[in-house]
């Protein structure tokens, strides 16, 4: 089955606390099950969007790296 990617986010270019503050403003108003694709440059992101997740009780469904390009796939709770 294929993801529907509800909203897509490009925070390329930004550094920490940045990517985590704008994909938390950017899922408020999705619905529950909603996916966000985050696309992140900053390697901080992989931590601190593990750890985010946790701590929010998002699901973090898809983590990948191409090269210097970060990929995230959350689902919101």
């Known amino acids: 089955m ?3 990617i509800a909203k897509h986010l490009d925070l390329t270019g930004l550094t920490r606390p940045a990517p985590v503050t704008r994909t938390a403003e ?3 108003p999705l619905r529950a099950g ?12 992989v ?3 593990c750890a985010w ?12 790296q191409l ?3 970060f990929r995230f ?5």
């Open 73 to 77: 796939v959350i689902r919101k709770h």
């Open 2 to 4: 294929a993801m529907v």
């Open 67 to 69: 090269g210097r390009i």
């Open 34 to 45: 909603d996916l966000l694709e985050i696309i992140a440059t900053d390697q901080s992101a």
């Open 53 to 64: 997740a946790e701590a929010t009780g998002q699901d973090l469904i898809e983590t990948s």
């Open 47 to 49: 931590p601190d969007f």
């Open 26 to 28: 950017a899922l408020a």
